[in-house]
């Protein structure tokens, strides 16, 4: 089983940048997609980015195009989330999580959620 452990959020004011971590352990990651999702208070939990981690391909939110890449390191199992031009609607808690399906978007194909990181983003 895949253990995931995000890192990396904290208070940032608007326009500013953050970059968010996720190490993964416990299992090889070659046939998975691991993708960044985020809540906010009374908010259902939103899609943002994701990887394959077989070939590297990326997509992410149309919102998001443009300020957010997601990107991942080989060597050190870990998958980062370049965040930059923040707004304050970008405060929320960060999750990622893992799919066995390629290329998904969709919340319930995702498991093996991490304790997510608070993203605060003040105007």
């Known amino acids: 089983q895949v253990q995931l452990v995000e890192s990396g959020g904290g208070l940032v004011q608007a326009g500013g940048s953050l970059r968010l971590s996720c190490a993964a352990s416990g299992r090889t990651l070659s046939s998975y997609t691991l993708g960044w999702f985020r809540q906010a208070p009374g908010k259902e939990r939103e899609f943002v980015a994701a990887?394959?981690?077989?070939?590297?391909?990326?997509y992410a939110a149309d919102s998001m195009k443009g300020r957010f890449t997601i990107s991942r390191d080989n060597a050190r199992n870990t998958v980062y989330l370049q965040m930059n031009s923040l707004k304050p609607e970008d405060t929320a808690i960060y999750y990622c999580?893992?799919?066995?399906?390629?290329?998904?978007?969709?919340?319930?194909?995702?498991?093996?959620w991490g304790q997510g990181t608070q993203v605060t983003v003040s105007s």
């Open positions: 990887i394959n981690w077989r070939g590297g391909s990326t």
């Open positions: 999580g893992i799919s066995p399906a390629y290329g998904s978007r969709w919340y319930p194909d995702f498991g093996s």
